[in-house]
């Protein structure tokens, strides 16, 4: 008896769960697009084209984006963040995105004397590879902090891309983190969903109908994943993994690079 009633104090002395964030104070409340205008940079077109791809990949997945953040890492970008819950999982990520004006002006001076093409594009974006970076992160409801995860830009000498498209394959293969967790260069999703889906779960912000038998499975599978011999047998745990019930399957682009 004594037992129950320290429960029933502990109980009532909840600490709140609630994520900070500035979901309704940030600039596209509404239809996010021209909020990453300021980003924008007269004869990058195709930089251009990768900011208004980003701001129709926030609408797609349910993102909000915020130029007013302050938390970047280098005073010589400026940042906008990109925020969003996993859509199977509930749990909360974060893209903070640098941008460089120096190489977005840099870059715009003699870009109009010549035809971009997969041959050229390739020595343009190793050499400006930084106009657009990126960290990833997810939210830590058991600590209160973001903590990182490890994603990067891949890149292919044979087809360049614009380092916005990048940003938009990590939005959504993290929208979608539960399929993405099953490619074998997500290490550390895998390490990440193995403590996030859990605390999320008890959190009450998985998905409604989500027990904690399909979280369980979920996880055990990932650790499988990890304790994997060889690629044989990463594939024959991934398939089985998604056929899991938690599991929908989608379509991923994969851009972006793990670690």
């Known amino acids: 008896m004594k037992m129950e009633g320290q429960n029933e104090n502990k109980n009532e002395e909840r600490m709140p769960l609630d994520i900070r964030d500035n979901r309704e104070t940030c600039q596209n409340r509404g239809p996010p697009y021209l909020v990453l205008d300021a980003f924008a940079h007269r004869g990058l077109d195709e930089h251009n084209r990768s900011l208004n791809w980003i701001e129709e990949?926030?609408?797609?997945?349910?993102?909000?984006?915020?130029?007013t953040t302050q938390g970047g890492y280098y005073d010589t970008l400026e940042y906008f963040e990109i925020k969003f819950p996993g859509r199977d999982s509930g749990i909360l990520?974060?893209?903070?995105?640098?941008?460089?004006?120096?190489?977005?002006?840099?870059?715009?001076?003699?870009?109009?004397?010549?035809?971009?093409?997969?041959?050229?594009?390739?020595?343009?974006?190793?050499?400006?590879?930084?106009?657009?970076?990126?960290?990833?992160?997810?939210?830590?409801?058991?600590?209160?902090?973001?903590?990182?995860?490890?994603?990067?830009?891949?890149?292919?000498?044979?087809?360049?891309?614009?380092?916005?498209d990048a940003?938009?394959?990590?939005?959504?293969?993290?929208?979608?983190?539960?399929n993405s967790c099953l490619e074998m260069g997500m290490k550390t999703l895998r390490r990440a969903m193995r403590e996030a889906l859990v605390a999320y779960w008890f959190a009450g912000r998985t998905p409604e109908g989500t027990s904690f038998q399909q979280v369980a499975e979920f996880v055990g599978g990932l650790r499988e994943l990890q304790e994997a011999p060889d690629i044989e047998g990463f594939s024959e745990v991934a398939d089985r993994v998604a056929r899991l019930p938690i599991l929908s399957s989608r379509p991923d682009l994969n851009l972006w690079g793990a670690c």
């Open 57 to 67: 990949t926030a609408v797609r997945i349910g993102a909000w984006i915020d130029t």
């Open 93 to 164: 990520y974060r893209i903070m995105v640098g941008h460089s004006k120096r190489h977005a002006e840099l870059l715009s001076r003699r870009i109009e004397e010549f035809e971009v093409d997969e041959a050229n594009a390739a020595a343009i974006m190793h050499a400006f590879d930084a106009l657009l970076s990126f960290d990833v992160e997810w939210y830590d409801l058991r600590k209160g902090q973001w903590r990182t995860i490890c994603m990067r830009d891949v890149k292919d000498h044979h087809r360049a891309h614009w380092p916005g």
């Open 167 to 178: 940003v938009v394959s990590v939005m959504l293969s993290l929208s979608d983190d539960l």
